[in-house]
């Protein structure tokens, strides 16, 4: 099969779908806080522009779109069977605020089509930077610099160095095995991992690190597509963090922090000896280097400003203690003890009971160390709180879920056919400002409980989901979906995606 229009990107088959929380404008905005600069959400209602650089098929920007109806979401990718299947979902969604874009970035910064694209003030580009040529990744930073507004918001992920060191012979290895074999890109895919399996097996000495060794042995569980786009791209090239933000300095762009709130703490992520050594340097990309010479982050996610407005301490804990939060697990599933980088981290005992107050319903984190003075360090909260996923920032807890999004949830839950699907994905959620993220049994539910149905129909549900699993174990798909009933219905009211 050509792809010679492709230019060396896999073309041949669509990405996973997928919705990444890091995505989302409320999470950068947070990351901007968490760094010490000044960062505000547009007020239901308000005008904003946010635009999503290889958007695959267009999930992530569709729950952002209907999320908020006031703005204008513009998403592009070079794949035109992505934006065929983005814009299906968005017509039968009926959402007006979207556009999706087939064209190159390249083209988009240097030519007329780029004029169409409204100033952004959110970006968001998930993978793109680690899978194309270097003249795309120029291309990004003109585009970058010519449609960002003075304050906007960048997200940026991207395979990490030296984390993917241990990777790289791996990933060459399937490339050019793959390319030899023919057939589609996942087919290739497989045939070099095939390749890569019998040569661990005798020893090899590259595919013994453990990278190499933990990416073969993982791959069983990662769909063909992944596989496919991960491991057949012709300028697969992981990126030191410096390199990165060397690169979008050409856009007047800085790195403030990252979008996994934990990872700017470097007491959650490092030992005592080697943050003893990090604080040698005062200059945030040098300590970055350190913290990733330390740690196994194979992705990061970075974001950057245009404009940084930097805040005093004070300033920025008032601001991190205005920020509203609200549980998405149930008060029973709170954990205190935390697996992090560092190790396990068991919370203080002042700090595990804010945790377990902010379980009660949606609060401030001003509210919340209000009720013990005694811990003194807001960032810290808010980042154990929303980093562990146990709570999500909700700027607009009190505006209602707009029509759109309940379609667009509709859509999304109506394709579930089976709760084997592995996927991650999200729901449309006003309050939230963006999608929140579910599995493909929560989206099935919601879409059910939207349509009129109720709890009283999971029996049906079951049978529903239960077409491709063995019998032995639908007394586990009973107890599953029994326990999202209980566990996650109402976070899912509290939330407004269903009504109350």
């Known amino acids: ?16 779908e997928g919705f990444y929380i890091q995505q989302s404008p409320v999470r950068m905005a947070l990351a901007c806080l968490l760094g010490g600069v000044a960062a505000e959400m547009p007020a239901p209602g308000e005008q904003a522009c946010y635009l999503e650089l290889g958007c695959g098929i267009g999930v992530g920007a569709l729950l952002i779109a209907a999320s908020n109806p006031a703005w204008k979401v513009v998403a592009v990718d070079y794949n035109p069977a992505h934006i065929a299947i983005a814009n299906g979902l968005a017509r039968a969604a009926g959402l007006s605020n979207i556009q999706f874009l087939e064209a190159d970035v390249v083209e988009l910064a240097d030519g007329t089509a780029g004029s169409a694209i409204p100033m952004a003030d959110f970006v968001s580009m998930h993978g793109l930077w680690s899978w194309v040529s270097p003249e795309v990744r120029a291309g990004i930073v003109r585009l970058l610099a010519a449609k960002t507004r003075p304050g906007a918001l960048v997200h940026l992920s991207y395979n990490a160095l030296p984390s993917w060191q241990g990777g790289i012979g791996l990933q060459r290895l399937i ?3 793959g390319r030899r074999a023919g057939g589609r890109s996942d087919a290739q895919a497989e045939t070099g991992l095939a390749l890569a399996r019998d040569l661990k097996a005798v020893d090899a000495n590259y595919l013994e690190g453990p990278l190499a060794r933990d990416l073969i042995d993982s791959m069983h569980n990662v769909s063909r597509e992944y596989l496919g786009h991960e491991y057949m791209n012709a300028h697969w090239a992981p990126a030191f963090h410096a390199d990165v933000v060397a690169a979008m300095a050409g856009a007047k762009l800085d790195w403030v922090a990252s979008a996994n709130p934990l990872e700017n703490f470097p007491e959650l992520t490092l030992k005592p000896e080697q943050r003893a050594i990090m ?37 920025r804990d008032a601001a991190i ?24 981290a068991e919370m203080s005992p002042d700090l595990a009971a804010l945790m377990q107050a ?38 607009f807890l009190g505006v209602a879920q707009p029509d759109g999004a309940h379609r667009l949830n509709r859509v999304l839950g109506g394709r579930i056919k089976s709760v084997v699907e592995a996927r991650t994905s999200g729901l449309a959620c006003a309050p939230l400002s963006t999608g929140f993220t579910v599995p493909p049994l929560l989206q099935f539910i919601t879409a059910r409980l939207l349509d009129g149905e109720s709890v009283d129909d999971a029996p049906r549900w079951i049978e529903t989901l239960c077409g491709d699993v063995l019998p032995e174990k639908h007394d586990k798909i009973r107890e599953i979906v029994q326990l999202a009933i209980e566990q996650r219905i109402p976070v899912l009211k509290q939330l407004q995606i269903i009504p109350g």
């Open 1 to 16: 099969m050509t792809q010679s229009w492709s230019g060396g990107y896999v073309a041949d088959i669509a990405y996973i």
């Open 175 to 177: 490339y050019e095995t």
């Open 279 to 315: 604080d040698r340097f005062s200059d945030p990309i040098m300590r970055e280097l350190i913290k990733d010479m330390c740690l196994q982050r194979y992705l990061r996610h970075d974001v950057y400003v245009r404009g940084a407005r930097r805040l005093h301490n004070a300033d």
């Open 321 to 344: 203690e205005r920020v509203t939060i609200t549980p998405v697990i149930s008060p029973g599933e709170l954990q205190t003890t935390l697996h992090v980088p560092a190790g396990t």
């Open 358 to 395: 902010a379980m009660r319903g949606p609060t401030t984190i001003g509210a919340l160390r209000a009720l013990d003075p005694r811990h003194s360090n807001p960032a810290e909260l808010v980042s154990v709180l929303v980093g562990t996923h146990q709570c999500q920032v909700a700027p």
